[in-house]
C-alpha cells in the first residue's frame, strides 16, 4: 500500500538514513560491549579500537560476577517482578470483572476512584508510603520492593476494557452452568482476555524491572537490590574506574529484557506503549 | 477467539432458551434476592481494590498535602500545623527555583527532539516495505533497555579521555569538552540521552498513527495532483496525524518531567546545580537530607504539574475517540 505512497528512487536513501539513525542509536550499547571485551591496558590507550587485540571477555565477565551479586541482583527482579505481576492480576482482574459486567450501586464511583489513581504519579506518594512501610515494620524486605505495585489503577482499567468486548451472553452462560463469580472470573474472562493480560503484564514486568526510583528508597541490604540499584552500588561501590568488569556487569543487567523483546517484539511494543494511555 | 464467543453463545442460546423463558416467570422476591447476590458478589470482588486503592493512593496522597503542612521531620513524635510556610520556603529558595527552571528546560530539549526524531524515523520506516520489523527493533531498543545501567554506558561514552565521543571530535579536530562536568553542557547532554531512550517510544505511536490513515485519502490527493511525497506529506499525512501529535507531546512531556535515573546515576545534580531536576530535588530533599515538611511541598508542585498535564491529555483522548 505503502510503495504508492512515495517515489522508488527514495528507497536507497531510506536505508541510508535509517542505518544512519539506528547506528547512532546502538553506539552505547555497541561501545559497553567492546569495554566489557577489552582489557584494561587496552581501554586506556590512545588509539582504541572497538575490538580488542586481547580479548579479554571471559575475565571481565567473570570478575564481575565475582565482585557483584550480579546473579542475586537479578533473582531479586525475577522475584520481585514475579510477585507484583501475581497480586496485580489476583486483585485487578476480579475488580475489573466487577467493573465491566455487574451492576451494582457506586459502581461508577468505584471507577473515577480507578481513573483518578491512574492521575497519580507514583513518586508523589513515596514519602507517606515509606512511613507506611516504617510503621509495618517492611523497610529493607522483598515486601517493600512490592506492596506498593499491589494495585495497578492501570491494570484494573485495561482489563476492564477487555471484559466490556465480551459478550454478557458468555457470563449468564456460565451461571446457568453452576459457576460462581470467582470461578467466571478465573475460569472463563481471564482465559479470553488473555492478550490484554499478557500486554499488562510486560507493561508491569518492564516497568519494575527497570525501576530505580523505590527501590532506592525502599531497601539497603545488597542482597535485596533489584538489577538497577545493584548496578549503581556496584559502580559506586567497587568498579570505580574499573570500566571492564563494569561494563561486563551493566550488559548482564541490559541483556535479559533485550532478548525478551528480540524474541517477541510485537508483543513488547504493544505492552510498553499500550501503557501510553496512563 | 471470536469463534470461541460465538461457540459459547450459540450453545447458550441452544441449550438455555427454556430457562431464560422461565426467568420472566421468577417472582419479584426471587429478583431481587438475585439482585443482592450481585451486589455482594460485585463488593467481594471488588473489595480488595477499593482497600488497596484507598489505602496505597488516596490516603498517600493526602498524607503528602497534610505533611507539607506540617513541621513534621522523620523521627519527631509531635507536629504543628505550618499553614504555608513549607511551600514559601520552597518558592523562595534559589536551589527550588534552578531545579524547577532545569526540568523545564530539559523538557523543552527532550519532548521537541524525541517528536522531530520520532516522527521522522516512523516516515521513514512507512515510506518503504522492506526490513521494517528490523529497523522498528533497532529504534525501540533504548526504550526497553534497563536505564540506570546504559547511563553507565553513556558515561563510558562520554568519558573526557577514554570516551568515545571526545576520541572521535579529537580524531577530526573538534574541541572536546567534560560533558557531564560543565555547567553548561550537561543540562543538553542529559537531553540527548533523553531523546535516545524515548524516540523510539515516540516513533511507535507515530507508526500507528500514520496506519491508521485511510488509503482514500493518499488516492484523492493524487488526483488532486499532490505528486511528490512532500506535497502528500503536507496535505495528507501531518495534518491526519495530529491527534496523535498531541497525545505524543504529552506523554513524552510527562515522562521527561518524571526523569530520575540519569541524574541520580551521572549527576546527582551537579555540577553545582546545573543538572538538578524535580524528581532528584523531592528525593534528596525527602529521604537524604530527611526535610520532610519541605519534600513534601515539593512534591505537591510536582503532582500539580504532572496532573494538569494528564488532564490536558485526557481533553485530547477524549476528542480523539469518539466511539464507546
Known amino acids: ?278 | 477467539m471470536g469463534s470461541v464467543m460465538s461457540i459459547a453463545t450459540k450453545r447458550f442460546r441452544a441449550n438455555h432458551r427454556p430457562v431464560q423463558r422461565d426467568a420472566h416467570a421468577l417472582s419479584t422476591s426471587d429478583l431481587r434476592r438475585h439482585r443482592l447476590s450481585e451486589i455482594g458478589a460485585a463488593w467481594l470482588l471488588a473489595g480488595p481494590t477499593l482497600f488497596f486503592l484507598i489505602v496505597l493512593f488516596f490516603l498517600p496522597v493526602l498524607g503528602v498535602f497534610v505533611i507539607a503542612l506540617t513541621d513534621w521531620q522523620f523521627g519527631a513524635s509531635t507536629l504543628s500545623f505550618v499553614g504555608l510556610a513549607n511551600f514559601e520556603e520552597v518558592f523562595s529558595d534559589e536551589g527550588f527555583r534552578i531545579s524547577l527552571v532545569n526540568t523545564v528546560l530539559y523538557v523543552a530539549i527532550v519532548v521537541p527532539g524525541t517528536i522531530l526524531l520520532g516522527l521522522g524515523i516512523a516516515l521513514l520506516i512507512e515510506s518503504g516495505k522492506s526490513f521494517r520489523a528490523f529497523y522498528r527493533a533497532i529504534h525501540f531498543l533504548p526504550y526497553m533497555a534497563t536505564l540506570t545501567a546504559m547511563a553507565i554506558a553513556w558515561e563510558a561514552l562520554l568519558h573526557p579521555t577514554i570516551g568515545l565521543v571526545n576520541q572521535t571530535l579529537a580524531a577530526i579536530g573538534l574541541p572536546t569538552a567534560n560533558w557531564l562536568r560543565d555547567e553548561s553542557r550537561v543540562l543538553p547532554v542529559l537531553g540527548v540521552i533523553g531523546i535516545w531512550q524515548n524516540l523510539g517510544f515516540a516513533m511507535v505511536l507515530f507508526l500507528a498513527g500514520l496506519k491508521s490513515i485511510p488509503q482514500d485519502l493518499y488516492d484523492a490527493a493524487d488526483i488532486d495532483g499532490a505528486d511528490l511525497w512532500v506535497d502528500r506529506l503536507w496535505t495528507v499525512t501531518l495534518p491526519m496525524l495530529g491527534p496523535v501529535f498531541m497525545f505524543v507531546f504529552i506523554v513524552v512531556a510527562l515522562k521527561a518531567f518524571e526523569t530520575f535515573d540519569t541524574v541520580q546515576v551521572l549527576t546527582q545534580g551537579g555540577p553545582g546545580h546545573a543538572s538538578e531536576m524535580l524528581l532528584f530535588t523531592l528525593y534528596r530533599e525527602s529521604f537524604q537530607y530527611l526535610r520532610t515538611g519541605y519534600g513534601a511541598a515539593v512534591a505537591v508542585v510536582f503532582l500539580f504539574i504532572l496532573v494538569t498535564l494528564t488532564l490536558v491529555q485526557a481533553r485530547v483522548m477524549d476528542r480523539k475517540v469518539h466511539y464507546q
Not at chain 1, 206 to 222: C, E, K, T, Y
Open chain 1, 1 to 278: 500500500m505503502s510503495t504508492h505512497r512515495f517515489a522508488q528512487p527514495c528507497t536507497i536513501l531510506r536505508h541510508a538514513a535509517l542505518l544512519f539513525t539506528g547506528a547512532l542509536i546502538l553506539i552505547p550499547f555497541a561501545w559497553m560491549l567492546s569495554l566489557s571485551i577489552n582489557p584494561p591496558g587496552e581501554i586506556f590507550r590512545a588509539s582504541f579500537s572497538f575490538w580488542p587485540q586481547h580479548f579479554y571477555g571471559i575475565e571481565n565477565y567473570t570478575q564481575a560476577i565475582a565482585k557483584a551479586p550480579l546473579l542475586r541482583f537479578m533473582l531479586n527482579g525475577v522475584i520481585v517482578c514475579t510477585a507484583i505481576l501475581a497480586l496485580q492480576i489476583a486483585v485487578c482482574a476480579p475488580a475489573a470483572y466487577a467493573l465491566a459486567k455487574l451492576h451494582f450501586p457506586a459502581r461508577d464511583l468505584l471507577f473515577a476512584l480507578v481513573l483518578i489513581a491512574l492521575l497519580l504519579p507514583h513518586e508523589v506518594l513515596s514519602l507517606p508510603l515509606f512511613i507506611l512501610g516504617y510503621k509495618l515494620g517492611i523497610l529493607n524486605t522483598y515486601a517493600a520492593l512490592i506492596f506498593p505495585y499491589v494495585v495497578s489503577p492501570f491494570g484494573i482499567f485495561l482489563i476492564r476494557q477487555f471484559f466490556k468486548t465480551i459478550p454478557d451472553d458468555v457470563v449468564h452462560a456460565a451461571r446457568l452452568d453452576g459457576l460462581s463469580e470467582l470461578a467466571i472470573v478465573w475460569k472463563i474472562m481471564v482465559p479470553m482476555a488473555l492478550p490484554a493480560i499478557i500486554a499488562f503484564g510486560i507493561f508491569s514486568v518492564v516497568g519494575h524491572w527497570n525501576s530505580l526510583f523505590w527501590p532506592l528508597i525502599a531497601v539497603r541490604d545488597q542482597s535485596l537490590m533489584p538489577p538497577p540499584l545493584g548496578i549503581m552500588a556496584f559502580r559506586n561501590e567497587e568498579a570505580g574506574n574499573d570500566y571492564g568488569p563494569l561494563m561486563a556487569a551493566a550488559t548482564i543487567v541490559v541483556l535479559p529484557l533485550i532478548i525478551a523483546f528480540l524474541a517477541a517484539q510485537r508483543w513488547f511494543v504493544e505492552g510498553t506503549t499500550g501503557g501510553a494511555i496512563k
